[in-house]
Every structure is written in structure tokens, then in C-alpha cells.
């Protein structure tokens, strides 16, 4: 075992000399630039109108329930009525006020997002 050690330490330290030999090259230098690249344009389409079906309200009172329940049966429609109790017809009112509101804000940050991007 001994004689193993005595034959390879001197085959390591030629190794280790070896390495040590060679000269290490420094890194290039690192240069970073800043390239500005041009804004993409966003290329959407302006949303289509909407075109929205003929809705006829009717309001029901007890004075003309009787008419009412003539012209749906006269038509062939079915009898059924939808009704909506005051209040709940002014939350609609207020819900629909709000969905406009949005939809409005929508169309702000969309052409704010054109401004943006497609400044010329």
C-alpha cells in the first residue's frame, strides 16, 4: 500500500503542476446598451355597435290587466307576463346606468392604449 502512495503523489503533484502552468484569460470586458424598440402597434379593431332586438315594454295596472291579458291571448303569444315591482325596476335602471359607465371607462383605456402605442 505504501509503495501504491510513493508512486502516485508524484504523478498528482505533476498534475496539479500542470494545471498551474497554464494561464487563465481574463473575460472580455461586459458592455451593456440600451436598444429603444419601437412600440408594436396593438392592431384591434374598434368593436362593432350593437344592434340590439326591439324590446316593448307594456306596464300593467289594474285598470288595464284585462286589456293586456286580451292582446297576449289575441296574438297567440301564451299567457305569461314578466313583471318588475318598482323598486326592482329602478335597480334595473341604476344596473344598466352602471354597465354603460363601465363599458364608457372601456373605451377610454382603449384609446388611451392607442394614444400610447401608435403616437406618431
Known amino acids: 500500500m505504501m509503495k501504491k502512495v510513493i508512486i502516485l503523489l508524484p504523478l498528482l503533484a505533476l ?23 419601437k412600440k408594436l402597434p396593438l ?15 307594456v306596464i300593467v295596472t289594474r285598470e ?11 296574438a297567440n303569444e301564451g299567457v305569461a307576463l314578466f ?3 318598482h323598486g326592482d325596476y329602478e335597480r334595473l335602471a341604476l344596473n344598466i346606468a352602471d354597465i354603460r359607465a363601465v363599458i364608457g371607462e372601456y373605451v377610454i383605456i382603449l384609446k388611451r392604449y392607442r394614444e400610447y402605442y401608435e403616437e406618431k
Open 83 to 85: 313583471a318588475l315591482r
Open 43 to 57: 392592431n384591434i379593431a374598434d368593436p362593432e355597435p350593437l344592434d340590439l332586438e326591439h324590446i316593448e315594454w
Open 64 to 74: 288595464n290587466i284585462e286589456e293586456v291579458w286580451a292582446q297576449i291571448e289575441g
Open 15 to 37: 498534475f496539479l503542476v500542470g494545471c498551474a502552468g497554464t494561464k487563465v484569460q481574463p473575460e472580455p470586458k461586459v458592455v451593456i446598451q440600451k436598444e429603444i424598440e
